[in-house]
């Protein structure tokens, strides 16, 4: 019997309407070929929604979320909503409320022509951040204290755990082993990425990364502050395999990172707690001023499904989506990532076509 999985859709503001479209007929076509089904729960949270019923997301859609296997996201945010609201409930809702600990963001150039770094092509630009995704300045502890007053005080703290520490590590650990050496280096590596110099409380990372490094004498071992990681990554980012890093220098170097593989159209990121229902969507934001203009670039939630149909199981329809992308933009046939360049539902179908025409390669007899 075939296997169904049951996956959330949550396309929410500006563009993420359209970008969802592609990505479903994408699954949709891999389903047929690989021989599974998905039920789809269609879920309206989101600016329009909210504007409606003063509702942003309720508990019980994540009480519902929790028995599923994954859900995908398109993109929150709009300027009629006050800046972080929707933002907090619903993305920082589900990566919080389900403990989706992984911010899981590969980086993988994959035709030369896009990547603004001069002399760099798709060898040098193939990394995975893993950014830690529960805790530090993002666990919503802030305050202020005399606000709207000459003496107004604002803090926010940044909260590390042991716990929420070493898990994310760990699994940087178990991916690097996963991934195997690059080509030309004798073991894989993880790169600490964090700013203990200055933020002392990150101390704790310093020692976790030692003693879970000790665990894997096959996997090899790297250190950079946040500040010269960024000057490596644009100089150097060949020099990057698996790098692990707390929650907001994640947030930034992948914006970092999503440029030097093209830009915001092709990154996608996976939010996972391994084993449990997991939530996917591109990196790039809502975009309102291309909502509803089918300008938007629906790569980066392609490779979103690409990376859901991993965790859901489906680890050569997996393959197959992430392939058919990859060999349109590597033979040219896509030859730029810019908004407007292609039209969204053009891009969703031609993903679908080198799929279909690349099926017989990936299924099994
Ligand atoms: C991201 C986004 C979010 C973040 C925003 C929308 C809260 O920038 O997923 O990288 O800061 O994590
Ligand atoms: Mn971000």
């Known amino acids: 019997m075939s296997k169904v999985y049951d996956i959330a859709v949550l396309p929410g503001d500006g563009i993420g309407e359209e970008v969802v ?10 389903e047929q070929i690989f021989g599974f089904s998905t039920k789809r729960e269609h879920l ?17 859609a994540f009480d519902r979320i929790r028995h599923m296997h ?53 060898a040098d630009v193939d990394m995975v951040i893993c950014r830690e995704n529960t805790e530090d300045a993002y666990a919503g502890i ?20 042991r716990r929420g520490t070493e898990r994310i590590i760990r699994y940087a650990f178990e991916l690097a082993r996963k991934r195997g050496p690059k080509p030309g280096a004798d073991k894989p590596q993880v790169t600490l990425i964090d700013k203990a110099n200055a933020v002392r409380a990150q101390d704790l990372w310093t020692r976790t990364f030692a003693e879970v490094a000790a665990e894997y004498p096959d996997v090899k071992t790297d250190h950079a ?5 960024c000057m490596w990554m644009v100089k150097n980012p060949e020099w990057f395999d698996v790098a692990v890093t707390p929650n907001l220098f994640g947030d930034i170097i992948t914006d970092l990172g999503a440029m030097i593989q093209g830009g915001m159209g092709i990154a996608a990121s996976g939010n996972i707690h391994p084993g449990r229902v997991s939530m996917f969507e591109p990196i790039h934001g809502s975009a309102p001023k291309y909502r509803g203009q089918n300008k938007a670039n629906p790569l980066a939630t392609i490779m979103a499904v690409s990376m859901l149909l991993d965790h ?48 017989e390669k990936f299924v099994r007899s």
Request: hydrophobic share 40%; with cysteine.
């Open 70 to 122: 994954a859900v995908l996201l398109g993109a929150i945010g709009d300027p009629r909503v006050e800046v972080g609201k929707l933002e907090f409930a619903i993305i920082a809702g589900l990566r919080f409320k389900l403990d989706l600990y992984v911010n899981l963001r590969p980086i993988r150039l994959l035709h030369e022509s896009l990547c603004p770094l001069k002399d760099k092509g798709p």
């Open 44 to 60: 309206p949270y989101g600016a329009d929604h909210y504007l409606k019923t003063g509702e942003t997301m309720p508990d019980a």
């Open 21 to 30: 479209r592609e990505g479903l007929r994408v699954l949709s076509a891999a």
């Open 312 to 359: 859901v199981g489906e680890p050569e329809a997996a393959k197959a989506v992430e392939e058919a992308v990859a060999s349109l933009v590597r033979s040219g046939r896509i030859d730029s990532l810019q908004a407007g360049r292609y039209a969204t539902d053009e891009l969703g179908k031609m993903v679908e076509s080198e799929l279909r025409a690349n099926a």
């Open 225 to 229: 502050y946040i500040d010269a990681a």
């Open 142 to 161: 802030y305050g202020f204290l005399k606000k709207g007053t000459p003496d107004e005080v604002a803090n926010q703290t940044m909260i590390y755990t």
